[in-house]
């Protein structure tokens, strides 16, 4: 044993006690909130979205839009009025394909591209801060429930394990990244380190997360 075993052990009996004080309902839903709430969020926006379009939240938008554009779009190309604005790069290809060859034309369509794509901006957010509060509830409301003496015991039990199975995953991660970074110079002591010890080893050699990218 040496001292990738020593820190790899320390990482998995931390994650015990972090589970097993936190218990199982809490550990999975603080752990899973987020990605649940991202995904949500992606599935479920364009009904929201939908359900935006023709209110005053719509309105209000598509108005902020037509100012903004009757200040910026003038005689430019449809690809300068693009420019002019202060949009993140990443969003500006999308509404290229929107935009027509005449300043006119662009003035408006560039106006209705830019407010459908705040509206599904606006659909996503709202999804995913209603998604994050109704898990929030769920938490307490379960938190409430494992209070009772026998599920008490079974959620810190349980929330032990679950504190376990986290640490092993985090150690794979780890190792993974190792797996890659093995033959530059800068990582070539610690993976020896991996390769020297005793269980740590057998890990590395043997890593479950390698075998999906196989």
Do not use: C
Not at 8 to 17: G, H, N, Q, R
Not at 113 to 126: D, E, R
């Amino acid at each position: 044993m040496n001292i990738a075993d020593i820190i790899a052990i320390v990482i998995i009996v931390t994650t015990i006690l972090i589970g097993a004080k936190r218990g199982l309902v809490k550990s999975v839903f603080s752990l899973g909130s987020l990605v649940l709430s991202l995904i949500l969020a992606i599935l479920l926006y364009p009904t929201v979205t939908n359900m935006l379009e023709g209110s005053f939240v719509d309105d209000a938008i598509r108005k902020s839009a037509y100012t903004v554009f009757d200040a910026h779009v003038s005689e430019n190309t449809s690809s300068q009025s693009i420019d002019n604005l202060n949009l993140p790069e990443g969003l500006k290809p999308i509404l290229g394909d929107a935009v027509s060859a005449t300043a006119a034309a662009a003035k408006e369509t560039l106006a209705e591209a830019v407010s459908t794509l705040l509206l599904k901006i606006l659909g996503i957010i709202i999804v995913f801060l209603l998604s994050k509060i109704l898990l929030w509830i769920i938490t307490k409301v379960f938190n409430i429930i494992t209070k009772l003496p026998i599920i008490h015991s079974l959620n810190k039990l349980s929330g032990g394990i679950f504190g376990a199975l986290y640490g092993v995953l985090i150690l794979y991660i780890v190792l993974a990244v190792l797996a890659f970074s093995s033959t530059t110079k800068v990582f070539s002591k610690p993976v020896q380190l991996v390769k020297d010890s005793a269980f740590v080893s057998v890990m590395y050699n043997q890593n479950i997360l390698l075998n999906f990218i196989k």
